[in-house]
């Protein structure tokens, strides 16, 4: 019986004499490519060359060495009586090891004057087709692929008189594949930033763009940072200004967003984003004389469209939270919308167009450096999303679940009546949850969430801060506010916090205060009790939806108290009978939707 052959073609020549040498010693006869063998024949181990099994040289400054049937034939044959035969016709013998790794093609681009053709001259072609080729063929063939495995594979090779087991030539093969796939995505990466990144000059794109780089991650310390694709091109493209990684969670989740709740109700649809949750999210439903004077829109010039109403109701719907937001449109923006926009603090827009109006609006906006994106409204992500968190991959299916009229059939409280109006407002706060950091309780009333409680740990905390934001909504449509004596020059900004100071009831003293009354020709005397509970009294018929069940009945009382009338939450809490009689008890719709929606 001959001996075992073990190839060995290697770059990082770490333990490599210690594993040449006992493989010698145990019997198995060595082959050895270029400066592998060198090293190995200049320890006094024996070695054979490569070529002497293929009758070839190495050719063309050392690209070609192991591409030859001799050495892939060797590895790639099964122990099946037609390969065996193969071999035999073609006087080659089998391989039972390779001992190979790479070219150091990560270290190289990282040096600063790395060029392309020093790039290219470090793709292993060879080591990546031996590596493959005996990971494939690993029910027979030992691949070691990195050093660190020598000892535990010679200590099983001499154990096993030559046969180290199944197990371990799989848990190597597995360590091989991965390697090959890491390299290909470090080259992959490299030359997607030589010839498809958005930076380069137009004669220096090879093709489509699918790569960004971003100034920094999620602050300014995280560098180096990018947004990419991995096949195919970037769906969205930047018409002014410049996103950072930030800006680009908002704007995708936004859009998600407003893309399917346009889809939902065949209406416009807008968001207002910040850290990657909504503000508020609205339909284009027209606005009331109230509603303009409320929301800030009440001296535009420009006609009001469903898109700009859209967007006033989702931006009004927690000023204080919008500020700096990242706006997500549905259909194209028109002028309207930008005019509104261009009057807000805010960080950047996406939408999948612009009218050439709107677009010059927004391009002025922060001197010209307002983040401006443009997305393909035709794109679809992968069905599978992958995520990396203290460098573990996370993968899951995408959340695709429909939410529409359907999800609301499901009601289980003695009061069924559901009209459009307010299914409309229950598909508009189920579809903020979607894309709500979780845990998160919506309510929407006239097609736009006024209260979005998101991120708290506990069900209950969720609904009193949703609630304690839709009662202050409500309070900025108590005559007192809309007629608050502002000064001449005030921003929109003071105005707006001046507004939540005064319907929030806050203390002031001092500094503060006097600020605060430094915004208005005469000072307002403050909402009374009274004032405040009749107001509050007269907001009714508001929908509320939770992204999971509610554990404990107190959710629903708290509901109610900031006029809920419909509820739609998941069943599945050993409370839920003690729910539906509370809702009972307020005469309160209530549908068990069948989807949780939590989202991080």
């Given amino acids: 019986m001959s001996a075992p052959i073990a190839l060995l073609s290697v770059y990082d020549k770490t333990n490599l004499l210690e594993l040449a040498s006992g493989l010698h010693s145990a019997g198995v006869r060595l082959l050895g490519s270029g400066g592998t063998a060198k090293k190995i024949r200049e320890a006094g181990i024996p070695i054979e060359d490569v070529s002497d099994i293929t009758k070839a040289p190495e050719m063309l400054g050392g690209r070609v060495k192991t591409l030859h049937p001799a050495v892939h034939g060797g590895i790639l044959a099964r122990s099946i009586p037609s390969d065996e035969a193969d071999l035999k ?6 391989i039972s090891i390779l001992v190979c790794n790479l070219y150091p093609f990560t270290e190289t681009i990282s040096k600063p004057d790395c060029t392309v053709a020093d790039a290219v001259e470090e793709i292993d072609i060879g080591g990546v087709t031996l590596l493959r080729a005996a990971a494939k063929n690993h029910e027979r063939v030992s691949v070691l692929s990195d050093p660190s495995d020598y000892n535990e594979f010679l200590a099983a090779w001499k154990q096993g008189n030559g046969n180290v087991g ?27 930033e030589q010839y498809a990144s958005a ?62 709740l346009s889809e939902a109700l065949d209406l416009p649809a807008a968001a207002s984003f910040k850290h990657v949750s909504p503000a508020g999210v609205a339909v284009g439903l ?143 706060a189920t579809l903020a949850l979607k894309y709500t950091q979780s845990n998160s309780v919506a309510y929407a009333y006239r097609g736009a969430t006024i209260g979005i409680g998101a991120g708290q740990q506990s069900r209950i905390h969720c609904t009193r801060l949703a609630g304690t934001k839709a009662d202050l909504w409500w309070l900025r449509h108590h005559p007192r506010v ?8 005030v921003k929109r ?25 430094a915004l208005f020709e005469e000072v307002p005397a403050p909402l009374t009790p009274e004032e405040r509970a009749a107001h509050l009294r007269q907001l ?61």
């Fill in 286 to 428: 027209e606005l009331n004389e109230v509603e303009k004077q409320v929301y800030g829109v009440d001296d535009l010039k420009e006609p009001l469209t469903a898109l700009a109403c859209a967007y006033a109701r989702a931006r009004g719907a927690d000023r204080m939270s919008s500020f700096g937001d990242f706006i997500a449109l549905s259909h194209p923006c028109d002028l309207a919308t930008a005019r509104i926009i261009s009057r807000e603090v805010s960080d950047g827009i996406i939408a999948p167009g612009y009218a050439p109006d709107a677009l010059e609006v927004l391009s002025k906006k922060k001197a010209g450096k307002y983040c401006v994106l443009q997305i393909n409204p035709a794109y679809k992500p992968a069905e599978i999303e992958t995520r990396q968190v203290y460098g573990i991959s996370l993968q899951q299916r995408r959340n695709d679940a429909k939410i529409d009229a359907s999800l609301f059939s499901n009601i289980v409280t003695k009061r069924k009546e559901l009209n459009g109006q307010a299914l409309t407002d229950l598909i508009v």
């Fill in 89 to 94: 016709a073609q006087n080659i013998s089998p």
């Fill in 166 to 192: 199944q197990a371990l030539r799989s848990k190597l093969a597995l360590k091989a594949f991965e390697m090959t796939a890491k390299y290909d995505e470090a080259i992959s990466g490299y030359f997607r």
């Fill in 540 to 600: 009714d018929d508001v929908a509320c939806s939770s992204d999971a069940f509610f554990p404990f009945p107190d959710n629903v009382h708290r509901a109610r108290r900031s006029g809920v009338r419909y509820l739609a939450a998941p069943s599945g809490s050993v409370m839920d009978a003690e729910c539906i009689k509370a809702a009972d008890e307020h005469g309160m719709v209530f549908a068990h939707t069948s989807v949780r929606l939590f989202h991080h």
């Fill in 482 to 489: 809309l007629a608050l004596p502002f000064k001449k020059g």
């Fill in 493 to 517: 900004a003071e105005k707006a916090n001046a507004i939540d100071l005064f319907v929030a009831g806050e203390p002031l003293e001092g500094s503060e205060k006097a600020q605060w009354e």
């Fill in 199 to 260: 930076d380069l000059p137009q004669e220096k794109l090879a093709g489509p763009v699918q790569r960004m780089a971003l100034r920094y991650g999620a602050n300014p310390h995280q560098k180096p940072a990018q947004a990419f694709v991995t096949e195919g091109e970037l769906p969205f493209k930047v018409l002014c200004g410049s996103p950072g990684y930030i800006n680009l969670l908002d704007a995708l989740n936004s859009y998600a967003l407003v893309k399917e």
